[in-house]
């Protein structure tokens, strides 16, 4: 099921570095929510605040609120291990457990939750992720060998396969086509653009062409000076943010003066 995400007062640290200042914003479910911002300014930093892994991080903390429908991700007696299981995240790089057939890299994050599954229903699953990561037909007669085997693109559908499994709520992608060649992008592009059907979707992406095409609300992130923490300075409709930006700042990143 969707959710929305509202992150109230957000500060983010690692150790004493403030990485990023004051950030508020409400990311609509059913819709795909894009972060764009020239590097550094934290844009990774405030996706991985999404899911609690910035805290796996020694000594990296966030302050202020993150809910999920109404919920705070950081309350005290919530699991993060829980909100992970909740808020799924597909990273730059595929990173499919190599030597694991392809069946059972789409079942890994089933079992680490130790949800006992019989045979029938994990090949149900099996199928239905792999289905909705739109690599169903190429893999179906080949499930038992590794997953290492398959091209880039279809290792990185395989990752977002093994996310979308576990039935998250949100999926976060961290530059999911960076490492991709430009027909394997378009295969990702097209999924994120099913995926939000189902999920939130939250893409951090330096491509302004994908932004633009794949996502229904932008951010743009910003930092003020070198050293000093990155800002949310705009965030709407990705077609006013593209087309029509409030700041200067933003109107300067999106045509390219800098960044
Ligand atoms: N593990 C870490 N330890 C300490 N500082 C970090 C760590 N990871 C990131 N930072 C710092 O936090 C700030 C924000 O980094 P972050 O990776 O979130 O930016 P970004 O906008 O995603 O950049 P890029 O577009 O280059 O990926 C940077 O100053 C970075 O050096």
């Keep these: 099921m969707s959710k929305r995400i509202e992150l109230q007062d957000v500060d983010i640290y690692y150790g004493k570095f403030h990485a990023v200042r004051q950030v508020n914003m409400t990311i609509q479910p059913r819709a795909v929510t894009a972060f764009i911002g ?3 300014c934290g844009k990774s930093t405030v996706l991985r605040s999404l899911n609690r892994m910035h805290e796996v ?3 990296a903390y966030v302050t202020g609120q993150v809910l999920l429908d109404g919920v705070d991700l950081y309350a005290r ?4 291990v829980r909100v992970r ?3 799924g995240m597909v990273f730059q790089r595929p990173n499919p457990f190599p030597t694991m057939s392809i069946r059972d890299n789409v079942l890994a994050g089933v079992r680490l939750n130790n949800a006992r599954v019989s045979r029938k229903e994990s090949d149900e699953l099996v199928e239905k992720s792999l289905r909705g990561a739109n690599l169903w037909n ?3 007669d080949r499930l038992d060998r590794p997953g290492s085997g398959l091209s880039g693109g279809q290792q990185q559908r395989l990752c977002i396969a093994r996310a979308i499994a ?3 709520d949100v999926i ?3 530059e999911p086509c960076s490492a991709l060649d430009p027909i394997s992008t378009l295969a990702i592009e097209e999924l994120i653009h099913e995926l939000k059907e189902e999920y939130t979707v939250v893409i951090v992406t330096h491509n302004m062409q994908q932004a633009a095409r794949v996502s229904d609300q932008t951010a743009f992130f910003n930092l003020k000076a070198q050293g000093q923490p990155g800002e949310l300075i705009e965030f709407g409709d990705t077609e006013k943010i593209f087309h029509n930006p409030e700041e200067k700042a933003t109107e300067d990143y999106i045509t390219g003066r800098f960044g």
């Design 77 to 80: 007696d919530v699991d993060p």
């Design 85 to 87: 299981r909740q808020v």
């Design 38 to 40: 020239s590097s550094g």
């Design 57 to 59: 991080i020694e000594g």
């Design 166 to 168: 576990v039935s998250p």
């Design 138 to 140: 190429e893999v179906k």
């Design 172 to 174: 976060l992608m961290d």
